[in-house]
């Protein structure tokens, strides 16, 4: 009597088994296919394009700059000093030792004076002229792609069903804040309202102006187009402007791949890959899913 009570006992203990939500197609196969050709492209233009910055490592706005102009915003550079060289980054006339990353970079007995160190370019070694033919091919690509994306997304409805906050989603925001701050995440079909926002803006506000500060600073575009360059600010406008996007769009990687880690990377990683999402279960008074 005694033992059927002791394993009722442990019976009772034993875990509830937890229900597993509705697995779902959550991203067409072009969806999937322009999110891979898009990160691919930005990894390329990021370091194909840091390897062009370093030519010369320096951002100013205004149309003009040179020695008779004190218009920089950003500096990078390397100097000798007593105690030998050193690197420095200036930023909006304050100045910080940034020896060993930004700067001077390298083995410590043959450092080297270079903006952006080695292995933060493409080519590694100082080569304008490789950094811009990948960055060019990459530019074209990522702009390529987003513009065919745009209209078929238009005509599909995609756009208006998935991506378009409304009303309701709006209303829900501070809910939405509260909880991606307490990692408490909740998976379904359709994008929260954060997502929504954070994806639109990228689409739709830092992608294009890049796209658009990039043409400014050509200067075949600005033959053809200078009015592009003008409403901009002038060139060296235009250029820290697109590095200021490009810094963006870093912490919006940043911060998205931190998102997936905490809301479950397998999940998130088989509906990019695959299209198959799980959702939470259906909410119930004794469980109610969330990551």
Not at 112 to 118: E, I, K, Q, V
Request: no cysteine.
């Amino acid at each position: 009597m005694e033992s059927q009570v002791r394993m009722a006992h442990r019976a009772d203990k034993q875990p509830m088994p937890i229900a597993e939500g509705e697995l779902v197609y959550r991203q067409t196969r072009w969806t999937r296919l322009t999110h891979w050709l898009w990160a691919l492209s930005l990894f390329f233009l990021l370091l194909s394009g840091l390897q062009i910055f370093n030519a010369h490592p320096a951002l100013y706005i205004g149309k003009q700059s040179g020695f008779a102009f004190n218009n920089d915003v950003l500096t990078i550079g390397a100097e000798d000093t007593t105690t030998g060289p050193v690197g420095y980054t200036t930023v909006l006339g304050h100045r910080f030792n940034t020896t060993g990353v930004l700067g001077l970079s390298g083995p410590s007995d043959n450092p080297s004076g270079r903006a952006f160190p080695a292995w933060a370019t493409i080519p590694s070694g100082q080569d304008l002229a490789t950094g811009r033919v990948v960055h060019f091919f990459f530019a074209w690509l990522l702009s390529g792609t987003l513009f065919v994306w745009l209209v078929a997304s238009l005509f599909s409805g995609h756009l208006r069903r998935d991506l378009a906050p409304g009303g309701e989603d709006l209303r829900r925001l501070p809910k939405d804040i509260a909880d991606h701050a307490r990692l408490k995440f909740h998976h379904s079909r359709d994008y929260n309202t954060l997502q929504k926002l954070a994806y639109g803006g990228v689409l739709f506000m830092l992608l294009p102006l890049m796209i658009l500060t990039g043409l400014a600073m050509s200067p075949s575009m600005n033959a053809a187009v200078p009015f592009i360059a003008d409403l901009l600010g002038g060139r060296q406008t235009a250029r820290t402007i697109h590095f200021a996007t490009m810094t963006l769009l870093v912490g919006f990687f940043v911060i998205h791949m931190l998102m997936i880690l905490a809301a479950g990377p397998f999940n998130e990683l088989r509906s990019i890959i695959t299209g198959w999402y799980r959702t939470d279960p259906p909410e119930s008074g004794r469980h109610q899913g969330s990551a």
